[in-house]
């Protein structure tokens, strides 16, 4: 399993890329981390929408 970690306005993200075939994408925010854990079959726009969806949700606001 890979991964990339980064900070985004002082919080850390850390995106999983998984090699199950039949995976989708989901997230958690557990002491202030954001994980992300997509397929990396996943084409590079995919994972930007993915990305981008999930910080307008958690630290934009939402969540």
């Known amino acids: 399993m890979k991964f990339k970690r980064f ?3 002082n ?3 850390i995106i999983k890329y998984c090699d199950y075939e039949k995976f989708n994408w989901y997230t958690i925010k557990y002491n202030g981390v954001i994980t992300i854990y997509t397929n990396s ?3 590079e726009k995919f994972k930007s929408k993915i990305l981008h969806k999930v910080i307008r949700h958690y630290i934009k606001g939402k969540g």
């Open 7 to 9: 900070k985004y306005k």
């Open 11 to 13: 919080t850390e993200i």
């Open 41 to 43: 079959q996943y084409d």
